[in-house]
């Protein structure tokens, strides 16, 4: 047996990362010396920086926000010179209480506010709920951060906010020129390394402003761009398991098998760039309009190389006897899911197994496009305010796949390899290759000599696939408020219209013929379309393989576009639209103890989906309309027990509503993914009331520290439900679907979810002196949140966790900043959480583990307009794991459990990250 891993020797590493560090530490030394001259008494004030103390900064300035806000919210501020720690706004907000990512390809993607599913948190623009490009699943990873002065996540809803923010919201406050004195210029420059791979990173982000005093009043004038660039080289194996019907030997009812084995092995490319613009006019102090508009981007150039062992191909030799194991039996089959042969689920052998390999080049893009023209006017000596906004946004999600080659291995099995499998090490999925032998009377099927490369094995062309998928969605925004100030109240009404049309347009080219391959210049055999490149990935997988050429692979798309047209894949189009109606009144009522914030938000919510869907063999326009009308009433109560205390108690509700692909009347196809997705227009949004208390101690003269505890009830729970499809139904065009994923949203019963939350935040610097320390000190500082959940639903007659809640999430940060010197140590942590709701015969419901990230950062101010930086990411460079735990199913249908343990079905690992550069501030 010879195990291929590409690791790069740990030498080089540490030359790379010393010779980072070096330049880092070397500059500051430079520096040091030089402060070291002698100065005059106006030299020295001018090295005196502001900025200096970016994360006291940031912090008091949150926290500010947090103490004056009137209702339950979480904050993340840039420091003096705007800046916030990380490249995207998940990464920013993640460091917050209470508040949870997922990740993709180790970033920061998706936001959990108190260990709630993603969909319960929905993502604003000044105060504008922005549809994601991928639908109600707000991703952040697409916007970075150098667009925003502040975060603020609301975590108690609102009657101004819209219904379906459950969990909360998180709020992207943009810049304007007059949160500066006067001309404004700043930026940042920065390269790095993934270790995996040894892999480049860029970024670079720049910002310019000012204000202008005319006739007509002051404008204030504000561009800033960035761009944000990650190559990357993924680890991954993924194993998809079942339960075998003719598997009926005594003790089947706790096995669950491997019928598909592969590795996605990732070469990427992504990047993030953005271009943002404000133009604010102040005709005078009562009045101010705004026009702002933001375009982000994301984008992610993608090969994938797949290899995948169908190790279920020849189920059916299986013989479906329910008797004992008898010895010395001959053994005919391809020993799949064969206890008799001597496998068991998690190690054994195959014979004649089929390789089916994609070759996959994909090209998406991600982007936003939002503009905004909003008003604030003041009449009557202030005592009436009216705030006016409209808003026009459009979001694309474009799926294209330049090219997909697909490569099958053929019939005969001695063609094919046979298959030592070991999944012991739940870290670990190794295959072995053999050649295959086959013997006569009777037929027996034997390993053969041993095989390293897997593209030795004869895998013909069976298939090339250019797909061009964009998904558009239109939103149109218009809201106007009207709010009057008494003495000791201010009282708001307002009306909105939100209308959003989200429209699916997939087209494809197929080819599968020999001649249309000659056409395109495809070759029909795999060596001649790859790379001499080795893996320069470090998982140990037991082959090796060849990455597949992507020149050639752009070649061929072109050429296949040029000779071919594209076809509409009318199964996966569709068109929803959605329109809201809202109206809302509250109040904010003060007192001499705090106030009370009370009101309610009424919606009429109208929906209609078009897509082609087939019934009964014919394909035909479908139609499905619905409409509802829901309220949320909401209240607050702020009791300040003193000056630096304060208690808050809300109570508030809220509805999430379907996706729009989940509201479309037909089914969906993704080939790459091998899933399929259905559409369910009938079904309900998931209510939730809820309830928090909190106490808030902003401690004097420098400190913060919370508690607080919530519930939420839960109606008509959303979730998925997945399962293998095994229905041929949607073959065609040589695809075999049957073993896809099929996936669909649908209703559950009645549930809760409670916990409790904790936050502290404090430095040492005010309790130096009354301590006798040195001053030195006065530069450590702590900052630490945990939230912790229980949650229990009722999903198909079953109690359950609620889908996407972690049980306990928690960050711990240690930080040192004096002298101009900035240093931040960040440990981040969240429980498992569940993932889909499965099926027993597919090995049951899914969950990732949990999932814990470790950072540094360090900064140094040379002066009060430049500085340069270090971060490292990933430090401990932990997987992400993917299980099914098929126990709760089968405990759920009285079987037995004994011998169950959960079974791991991904496993990805994404490497540490290094980058340093320098920041201006002018």
Not at 389 to 394: A, C, D, L, M, R
Not at 442 to 466: E, I, M, Q, W
Not at 626 to 654: C, E, W
Request: glycine share 8%; with cysteine.
């Amino acid at each position: 047996m010879q195990i291929i891993s590409a690791r790069r020797p740990a030498g080089i590493k540490l030359v790379r990362l010393a010779l980072t560090c070096g330049i880092a530490f070397g500059a500051m030394a430079s520096v040091e010396a030089l402060a070291q001259q002698p100065l005059g008494e106006e030299e020295s004030e001018s090295i005196v920086v502001t900025g200096s103390r970016p994360i006291a900064e940031s912090e008091a300035a949150a926290l500010d926000i947090q103490k004056n806000s009137d209702s339950l919210v979480a904050v993340a501020a840039s420091d003096s010179v705007g800046r916030l720690p990380d490249q995207n706004i998940a990464q920013a907000a993640s460091r917050l209480p209470g508040i949870s990512v997922e990740r993709d390809q180790g970033q920061a993607r998706y936001i959990n506010l108190r260990g709630a599913p993603k969909s319960w948190t929905t993502l604003s623009f000044d105060g504008i709920n922005v549809v994601s490009p991928e639908g109600r699943d707000a991703r952040f990873d697409s916007i970075p951060s150098a667009i925003a002065g502040k975060i603020i996540v609301s975590k108690a809803v609102t009657p101004d906010m819209p219904g379906e923010t459950v969990a909360g919201n998180v709020n992207v406050v943009t810049r304007s020129a007059f949160d500066y004195s006067g001309f404004h210029l700043a930026g940042k420059g920065g390269l790095g390394f993934a270790e995996l791979g040894d892999r480049k990173e860029y970024e670079g982000s720049a910002v310019i402003s000012n204000r202008f005093d005319t006739g007509i009043g002051e404008f204030g004038v504000l561009l800033a761009g960035s761009y944000y660039e990650r190559n990357m080289i993924t680890d991954n194996f993924e194993i998809d398991r079942e339960q075998v019907a003719r598997d009926a030997r005594p003790g089947n009812a706790t096995r669950f098998w491997a019928h598909e084995v592969e590795n996605k092995l990732y070469r990427l490319t992504r990047k993030n760039w953005s271009v943002s613009g404000r133009l604010d006019w102040k005709p005078d102090e009562q009045n101010m309009i705004s026009l702002r508009s933001v375009y982000t981007i994301f984008t992610d150039d993608e090969a994938r190389d797949n290899y995948r062992f169908d190790l279920d191909d020849r189920e059916s030799d299986l013989s479906n006897s329910s008797a004992a194991c008898t010895t010395n039996t001959v053994n005919t089959t391809s020993n799949y899911a064969d206890i008799c042969s001597g496998n068991t689920p998690e190690k054994g052998t195959v014979y004649g197994v089929d390789i089916r390999q994609r070759s996959t080049l994909r090209a998406f893009r991600q982007s936003i496009f939002t503009n905004t023209l909003a008003g604030d006017h003041e009449f009557g000596d202030g005592a009436w305010k009216l705030s006016w906004v409209g808003n026009y946004t459009e979001s694309k999600d474009d799926r294209s796949v330049t090219g997909e080659a697909t490569w099958d291995s053929p019939s005969t099995r001695t063609l094919r390899p046979t298959v030592s499998y070991d999944f012991t090490n739940p870290n670990q999925s190794l295959i072995i290759l053999n050649r295959t032998l086959q013997q006569s009377n009777p037929t027996r099927y034997l390993a053969g000599a041993a095989v390293t490369s897997a593209d030795d094995f004869t895998k013909p062309l069976s298939s090339f696939t250019v797909l061009d998928a964009v998904d558009t969605t239109k939103a149109y925004t218009g809201r106007v408020v009207l709010s009057r100030e008494l003495e000791h109240a201010t009282l708001k009404a307002g009306v909105q219209y939100d209308r959003r049309n989200k429209i699916a347009n997939e087209n494809n080219i197929v080819l599968n013929t020999a001649a249309q391959f000659a056409a395109v210049g495809l070759p029909t055999n795999y060596a001649d379309f790859s790379q001499n490149t080795p893996f320069m990935g470090e998982l140990p997988m037991g082959y090796t393989f060849h990455y597949f050429d992507r020149d050639k692979m752009r070649a061929a798309s072109t050429k296949a576009q040029d000779l071919y047209a594209f076809v509409p894949v009318s199964g996966n189009n569709y068109n929803v639209r959605e329109e809201v109606f809202a109206g809302f009144l509250m109040g904010t009522f003060r007192y001499d103890w705090g106030s009370v914030v009370g009101g309610v938000r009424v919606e009429h919510i109208k929906n209609e989906g078009r897509a082609i869907a087939t019934i009964g063999g014919v394909n035909g326009l479908q139609v499905a309309q619905a409409s509802q009308t829901l309220a949320f009433p909401s209240m607050h109560i702020n009791y300040n027990v003193d000056d630096t205390k304060k208690l808050r108690l809300s109570f508030n509700s809220g509805a999430a509503r379907a996706d729009y692909d989940q509201l479309r009347p037909n089914v969906v196809i993704n080939d790459t993914n091998e899933a399929i997705s259905g559409g369910n227009p009938a079904i309900r949004p998931e209510r939730a009331y809820g309830v928090d208390a909190y106490f808030e101690w902003y401690m004097r003269p420098q400190g913060y520290l919370m508690i607080g505890t919530f519930y939420k009830k839960i109606e008509d729970v959303l979730y998925t439900s997945a399962r293998r499809f095994n229905s041929g139904a949607l073959n065609s065009n040589g695809i075999d679907r049957s073993n896809y994923i099929f996936s669909g949203l649908v209703n559950g019963g009645s549930g809760r979810i409670y916990g409790l939350e904790a936050a502290a935040q404090l430095q040492l610097e005010p309790w130096t002196e009354n301590l006798g320390l040195p001053d030195f000190l006065g530069g450590f500082g702590v900052s630490a949140n945990i939230t912790l959940n229980n949650s229990k639903v009722d999903i198909a007659g079953r109690k359950m966790r609620l889908p996407g809640t972690s049980d306990f999430v928690y960050n711990l940060g240690g930080y040192y900043e004096k002298y101009g010197l900035s240093l931040r140590l960040q440990y981040q942590n969240r429980s498992k959480w569940l993932d889909t709701v499965g099926a027993t015969g597919d090995g049951g419901d899914t969950y990732w583990a949990s999932d814990d990230e470790l950072d540094f950062s360090a900064r140094y101010a040379i002066t009060k307009n430049f500085e340069i930086y270090f971060d490292a990411s990933n430090l401990l460079n932990n997987p992400g794991h993917r299980f099914a735990d098929p126990a709760s199913l089968l405990t759920a249908s009285g079987t037995p459990t004994k011998s169950i343990t959960s079974q791991t079905m991904e496993w990805e690992r994404f490497g540490r990250r290094y980058t340093g550069g320098f920041r201006f501030n002018f």
